[in-house]
């Protein structure tokens, strides 16, 4: 596994790695209240629908482990927890993980058997503890999941793949970052591709810029090179043309992408340019397939029409930030800059992810095992989510 860690905790310390500041400089934050979260989240130092999900609910939890609930009675503190959850929920929109895990604290600390403590500190205490002791394990379990979804995903493509080299390997194209960076460990689309790769299977990956903020080459870049995995950045307005070019050279056989939000049918909200890989992938004849732990799955919701696409602030289009490159051509890691890129008087529309619908897809992976579609063409969770 990925020495890569976004986030380091131990009980009462949280700290998270500033993702903007990568791939040049590996700054971490310590993030020790709801607020100092909020702001991590929303301005993208963390990001990645698994990693934005662990960081508000251990960051509450080390608030609550430094006192900061000054309840006296049970109903006061799940009042107090609740308000703090409610407040996080608000800071990015679209990924389902951060709402399933407060959906699930909020069960935990109702759950709590406070019998004759309504009323005392005692009460509270068991209450709060219950809380940090359900962040944890939601910490602790994602890399466990992570590792699931690498085999189940690596083991379906290799069953399915509709191209392979004369030594059974596959080459895949990915979007976005869903690795270490965006989980607690191993990643999501990426462990599949760690997961191909370390069973010697993978010929080559390749990955997407991931326009505007540049979560490909910034980060899957970086942790494919850090992992010496076979690898190769292009821009998203390539990949038509690396499929039209080069999928019988280097076996290309799938996209494999992460997802923020799967719905009831299958229809999967992921960073924009998703859509536009699927489409792609369709028309080439390779395999569509999304990334996606039970966490990131929404059956209240029943298509794609229902997802709300968070939108962001235009200079992440028409801005960006990178180290400044000497006469001599090397890169200066200690001093970054922000240029602008375009007019900065132009309008500009800059959702945050896209809906691939569920038509598209071929498989959903998910660490209970994968799905695909029935014979309606859509897809039906039953078997990996009880209802
Ligand atoms: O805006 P981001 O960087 O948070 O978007 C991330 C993605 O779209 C990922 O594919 C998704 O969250 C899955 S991460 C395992």
Redesign the pocket.
Known sequence: MSGLQAIRYSRGKLEVLDQLKLPHEHHYDEVSTSEEAFDSIKS?RV??????AIVAALAHGVELNNGSCKASTTQETISYIDSRLDYLKQS?PT?VDLSNAITYLKNTIRSVNVAGNENDVAGRDAIISAYITAAEEIFRKDTKTNLSIGEHGSKWLLENAPIKSSDGKVSVLT????GSL??SGH???LGIIRSLHSGGHLQHAFCTETRP?N?GSRLTAFELVYEGIPSTLITDSMAGALFATKKAENNIAAVI????RVVRNGDTA??VG?YTLAVLAKYHGLKFIV?APTT?IDLQTETGAGIKIEERKPEELTQISGAVVGKDGKVDVSRTERVATAHQGISVWNP??DVTPAELIDAVVTERGVVVKGTDGTFDFKGIIPE
């Open positions: 993208m990001r990645g629908a698994p990693a934005i990015r990924a979007h976005c970052n869903t965006a989980t990643g999501t689309a903020y979560q992408v992460g997802a923020d992921n960073k998703t990334a990131s945050a992810f």
